[in-house]
């Protein structure tokens, strides 16, 4: 079984920044392609970003292209998300979710709270 773990949530003001870790509890993390959801309240879970096990290759959702980056360290079994520019919209539960490159088994984190307010 992975273990995922959410840290680096909480309040920030409209056009902060915060930088949100997952990390693993598997030393077989490189075969695993990272994922970050999202679900305000009240809506639907929505994918955020995604990165490749080799980091290769980045995906994001239209409405955070731009000022979310994320980005994984192998050695250290962690991805992040940097959230720059931040709006009240990205209020919202941060969930990690990891997808084995191969046999498609996925985990999922604990989810993060962030809160996006003056």
């Known amino acids: 079984q992975v273990q995922l773990v959410e840290s680096g949530g909480g309040l920030v003001q409209p056009g902060g920044s915060l930088r949100l870790s997952c990390a693993a509890s598997t030393f077989t993390f490189s075969n695993y392609n990272m994922n970050w959801y999202r679900q305000p309240p009240g809506k639907e879970r929505e994918l955020v970003a995604s990165i490749s096990f080799s980091s290769s290759s980045t995906n994001y959702a239209d409405s955070v292209k731009g000022r979310f980056t994320i980005s994984r360290d192998n050695s250290k079994n962690t991805v992040y998300l940097q959230m720059n520019s931040l709006k009240a919209e990205d209020t919202a539960v941060y969930y990690c979710?990891?997808?084995?490159?191969?046999?498609?088994?996925?985990?999922w984190g604990q989810g993060t709270q962030v809160t996006v307010s003056s």
């Open positions: 979710n990891a997808v084995h490159r191969l046999w498609k088994s996925d985990y």
